[in-house]
């Protein structure tokens, strides 16, 4: 079975069958323009037709109407477009233009709109979430007006190629339980004594927030009822319900029916088929994520003749597009250990980076406690994107891997050839060189010395057309200079995906059996490298808790003597260093010296690290704060998403500052959904109390004068943003013009922050709807200002961006604006 395969057409015929009773209308006229936007994988963005929205001079498009004049006085016009036989829109302004479409309504009417193969789109001005992927199943609940409804699709280059499909469903319920998009484990026969999870979509078509839901769920005569969280106006959510499956005895086919409740009372129901397997079958398994409470699931090749303790597991990442449970089952089972493949949020998700790796670390918890691996046979592997991620966590948590293989992969997202980053790597231009190192977790070449912990295994085919073996080849070359313990294969003529040997290759896992990974007491030489402590601090007993500056790239070389009972570190970049218990023996004295200085003649370790800040010289010292930066919380401004994000719109403003709070919140909450699988709490900020939603990550839509939250968690911050003016440290810049995303500690937790999305005036905050924060491996600094111009003119319309210090405060060092 190819694990590449996905099936878009299966999605698509099941999109089409929402409810019960329905019509669509099927857009087949629109209008097309472009070139005008280009979107890259940082915080830079330029939007000819948004800029045109938020100054208001944007014109009703009509076929030959001039949209613009570019830099060289050519006139941009509209043109006609007319869908092609499967209903799809083709052009080559799509590559990076919009797609205008109308639809005129005799009345008020909700309906879902869904479009296929887009970035994002304006419905009336309003923005909704897009469906780059063209997955098919991104519905939008929205509310015609009587007359004239638009809508503006943005497209990149997938939509000029695959081409854009658009539909209005017109359901006959306004509140639907959705099928298309649902995530279930399979029952697996033997483990089927708990209940399981379970996620599901909810649309809601009112004008209300559904609130007091529940889902009942029953299976053969079992039965379940889960409480259900809000879904607000208009919008979607993805929930989790709770199934219990104590009566299936046989294997195949299993009917859950499934209820929604409001107040007791029954508003829709479907019923969703499961399937029952054997132990010794592949299957999937589902966990609720701490990143935000959301079902989420990962895929078991079991092993062969069944669990043993202290077997191996090997953690398989797959490749774009690829299910989860599809990896997995390019895999033979072994009788030696388990395989285990979790879903980096979605098919492509976040390329193994941001969330996609915390999903793969959480799959990892989760398998070690199900299966209880021995520590020393852990082992982590994938294909092509997932090679790329066996690249990338291999170099981030060295320790953690007795072995790393990566197949078909890229070693870096900058580097890969079909990367959408827009900046040079060599760029010397202070702002984009200040969002390239927000970047630097993501540069595995400036972490390869990390894969000194691990052996490697890299395999690739020497024909291979979508990931050049070039990548390889360079690999191999950066190893060769350093490490002695790596092997390299060219499968002959090997594709892209010449059969599930492309990942289940026997010399591979020999390669694995072959190796185990060392116990902390066997480690004397540490070489170690991070760019952020926030996401890995440490390689077995010795660690960076803080930098000198942020996100640039710390090291630290570290030699322990038995025999003197000493520890010898060289660093670099460091500014807190740590010593963690396993150095040495509990109470046994040793000698350390960092940077050809003695800092301590008599150190004993306990159950607790020891800590050595450097202040002009090195001198032992106190764990930092939790007020601080340090391992626990670092920045950047995407890290306030990780801890169950809430998402607070200010209603504390104008109706039109309100409406953009509610609109940009919800546009968020959208993309999250798609990208991530996952669920977003959205609440006014008049129902957020601190106590009612402790050490959850906050995500804050708007400013001290249109956010009434504003007050209780930022009040310290030393970036202050009101109507009219933006204050960062000493810094003062006026108008309604400037948007901002920054972030800043949460006062009263250890490690939860807050996430800022706001601007000067509605002009100012209109200009962050578009963003590219959710792309794997996006680059934001702690704090990120910019004007509208930046839709024009690029990085000479960012006003400021930086790093706080580590005490969280302004610096001028670590502040740039555009030359």
């Not at 790796?357 to 520590?375: G, S, T």
């Amino acid at each position: 079975m190819k694990p590449t395969f996905y099936l878009l057409l299966l999605v698509g015929l099941l999109c089409t069958n929402i409810s019960y009773a329905q019509t669509t209308h099927a857009f087949t006229e629109g209008l097309v323009v472009g070139p005008c936007h280009q979107y890259g994988r940082e915080a830079i963005y330029k939007d000819q037709l948004t800029y045109q929205l938020i100054h208001k001079t944007f014109a009703v498009p009509a076929e030959g109407k001039t949209f613009l004049t570019d830099a060289q006085g050519k006139e941009l016009k509209w043109q006609r477009v007319v869908a092609d036989t499967a209903k799809r829109f083709r052009h080559a302004a799509l590559s990076n233009g919009y797609l205008y479409l109308t639809y005129t309504a005799p009345k008020e009417i909700m309906a879902l709109l869904q479009v296929a193969g887009h970035a994002g789109l304006y419905f009336n001005g309003v923005p909704r979430g897009g469906d780059a992927n063209q997955y098919g199943y991104m519905y939008s609940p929205v509310k015609l007006k009587k007359g004239v409804n638009e809508i503006l699709v943005r497209v990149g280059m997938g939509g000029r190629f695959q081409g854009v499909m658009a539909n209005l469903i017109f359901p006959a319920k306004n509140i639907l339980i959705s099928t298309p998009d649902i995530t279930l484990p399979h029952i697996v026969l033997t483990e089927n004594a708990e209940p399981v999870w379970g996620g599901i979509v909810l649309f809601n078509l009112t004008e209300k927030p559904l609130t007091d839901l529940r889902l009942r769920a029953v299976i053969q005569g079992k039965e379940i009822i889960t409480d259900v969280p809000a879904v607000t106006a208009l919008n979607s959510r993805k929930v989790g319900f709770k199934m219990d499956l104590s009566a299936v005895q046989q294997k195949g086919e299993v009917a859950c029916e499934l209820t929604l409740l409001q107040n007791g009372k029954a508003i829709d129901q479907k019923t969703i088929p499961l399937q029952a397997v054997s132990s010794n079958e592949h299957y999937s398994n589902t966990f609720i994520s701490a990143i935000d409470g959301s079902v989420q699931y990962f895929g078991v090749a079991p092993q062969k003749g069944g669990q043993k303790d202290t077997a191996a597991l090997f953690l398989s990442v797959h490749g774009a597009g690829v299910e989860a449970i599809g990896q997995a089952r390019a895999y033979k089972s072994k009788d030696w250990g388990t395989l285990v493949a979790p879903t980096n949020r979605r098919p492509r998700g976040f390329n193994w980076e941001d969330w996609g790796r915390i999903d793969a670390l959480e799959v990892l918890e989760v398998a070690k406690k199900k299966f209880n691996p021995n520590p020393q046979k852990i082992y982590l592997t994938g294909h092509s994107m997932g090679g790329h991620g066996s690249w990338y966590l291999g170099a981030t948590y060295p320790g953690k891997w007795a072995g790393v293989a990566p197949c078909a992969g890229y070693p870096t997202l900058m580097g890969y050839g079909s990367a959408d980053g827009k900046i040079p790597e060599n760029s010397t231009d202070k702002v984009e060189q200040m969002l390239l190192r927000a970047s630097n977790p993501s540069n595995v070449m400036a972490l390869a010395s990390n894969y000194k912990a691990s052996g490697i295994y890299i395999l690739h085919g020497d024909a291979d057309r979508t990931v050049s073996v070039e990548y390889a080849r360079t690999m191999r070359n950066t190893l060769g200079a350093f490490h002695n313990d790596f092997s390299y294969y060219e499968y002959p003529n090997g594709s892209h995906w010449y059969g599930d040997h492309s990942v289940d290759w026997p010399a591979l896992f020999d390669f694995f059996q072959w190796h185990r990974s060392k116990k902390v007491e066997e480690i004397d030489v540490i070489d170690f490298t991070t760019a952020n402590p926030g996401i890995s601090s440490n390689y077995h007993w010795a660690g960076i808790e803080q930098q000198e500056i942020p996100l640039n790239y710390s090291r630290v070389q570290a030699k322990r003597t038995l025999n003197d009972k000493s520890i010898t570190v060289t660093t670099d970049n460091v500014r807190t260093f740590m010593v963690l218990p396993g150095a040495f023996p509990k109470g046994q004295s040793f000698k350390l010296k960092i940077d050809e200085v003695e800092v301590c003649s008599d150190c004993k370790l306990g159950d607790q690290p020891l800590y050595f800040t450097k202040n002009g010289k090195w001198a032992t010292a106190e764990k930092p704060t939790i007020a601080q930066r340090g391992s626990h919380r670092n920045g950047t401004f995407k890290a306030a998403f990780n801890h169950r994000m809430v998402f607070v719109y200010g209603t504390a403003g104008t109706k039109e500052e309100n409406e953009w709070a509610y609109n940009k919140a919800r546009y968020d909450a959208e993309t999250w959904y798609y990208r991530g699988n996952g669920a977003v709490d959205m609440i006014p900020d008049r129902e957020f109390t601190p106590a009612g939603y402790a050490d959850r990550g906050v995500i804050l839509f708007g400013n001290a004068t249109t956010n009434s939250a504003w007050t209780t968690l930022l009040s310290n911050s030393p970036i202050q943003i009101q109507r009219g003016s933006i204050k960062v440290g000493e810094e003062q810049l006026t108008g309604d013009n400037l948007g901002a995303y920054f972030t800043y500690p949460r006062p009263d937790s250890p490690f939860a922050s807050v996430a800022v999305v706001s601007g000067s005036g509605l002009a100012g905050m209109l200009a962050t709807e578009s963003n590219q924060y959710f792309t794997g491996g996006s680059g934001f600094p702690d704090y990120f200002i910019f004007g509208t111009d930046m839709l024009k003119e690029g990085t000479k319309g960012v006003k400021l961006a930086g790093f706080f210090d580590n005490n969280w405060q302004v610096t001028k060092s670590d502040a740039v604006k555009a030359q």
